[in-house]
C-alpha cells in the first residue's frame, strides 16, 4: 500500500482521522512553553490538524512551519486558523521538504511512515535542522497490528537516531492523554556535527 498523498488526502476527506486528539499535545505544548525565543524556526511535518502549531502561533511564536502532504489538511487548518502566515503553511513531501530550523516537534508522524522509511527519517530531520537545532516531541513506545499507526519502542529508537543526534531525553512521557499514558517516549534530540549532511 502507497501511503501518499493520495492515501492521507483520501482519509481526510472520509473524515478517518483517529489519530487525532483533538487538541495540542500536552508533552509538546509544556516543552514549548519552556522556550524563551518566540522567533525559533519551527516546522511541524505531517502536520493534520496542527493544534500545535495553532497553540504556538496563539503564544507568539512567529516562524512556525506547518507541512502536510494531504492538501485537505492545510485547507482545513486554513479555515479554522484564518490569521496565521498563509506562507508558513505548506502542502508537500516532508522527504522533499528543503529548509532550515531551530526546531522541528514530532507529534504521529513517524507512526504514520512505513517502517521501511525511518532511516530516511532520521537523515531527513538532520538535513533540516540548522546547527544546535533541536528534534522533539513524541514516539510511540507501543506494537501495532498492521498500520498505520506504525508502532516501536525506546530501544529502536536509540539505535536508529543515535548515530545522527545526540540523545539529551529518551524517556517515557509523564503527560500523555490517558488512552496512550505509558505508551509514548519524550524525545529532545540535537544533530550531531560530524555527521555529513544527506541530499
Known amino acids: 500500500m502507497e ?11 472520509e473524515q478517518q482521522t483517529g489519530w487525532d486528539i483533538g487538541s495540542a499535545s500536552a508533552p509538546l505544548t509544556d516543552f514549548a512553553l519552556h ?3 518566540r522567533s525559533l524556526r519551527i516546522l511541524i511535518p505531517g502536520a493534520g490538524n496542527a493544534w500545535e502549531a495553532e497553540f504556538l502561533f496563539r503564544h507568539g ?10 492538501p485537505q ?9 484564518p490569521d496565521f502566515p ?3 503553511l505548506i502542502n508537500g513531501d516532508f522527504f522533499a521538504h528543503t529548509g532550515h530550523y531551530d526546531l522541528i516537534l514530532e507529534q504521529t508522524f513517524f507512526c504514520a511512515l512505513h517502517p521501511s522509511l525511518r532511516k530516511a527519517y532520521v537523515q531527513k530531520m ?3 535542522l540548522a546547527p544546535g537545532g533541536t528534534l522533539a516531541g513524541v514516539l510511540f513506545d507501543a506494537g501495532f497490528e498492521g498500520g498505520p499507526p506504525f508502532g516501536g519502542s525506546a530501544a529502536e529508537y536509540r539505535s536508529l537516531f543515535e548515530p545522527y543526534f545526540e540523545l539529551h531525553t529518551l524517556e517515557t512521557a509523564r ?12 524525545i529532545r534530540f540535537t544533530p550531531r556535527a ?3 549532511p544527506v541530499n
Open 3 to 13: 501511503l501518499g498523498r493520495e492515501y492521507w488526502n483520501q482519509r481526510w476527506l
Open 35 to 37: 522556550l524563551n525565543n
Open 61 to 70: 511564536f512567529t516562524h512556525v512551519h506547518v507541512l502536510d502532504i494531504a
Open 73 to 81: 489538511a492545510i485547507a482545513a487548518f486554513q479555515t479554522r486558523v
Open 86 to 88: 498563509a506562507a508558513q
Open 126 to 128: 538532520h538535513s533540516l
Open 175 to 186: 503527560n500523555s492523554i490517558q488512552p496512550r499514558a505509558g505508551r509514548e517516549v519524550f
Open 194 to 196: 560530524n555527521v555529513s
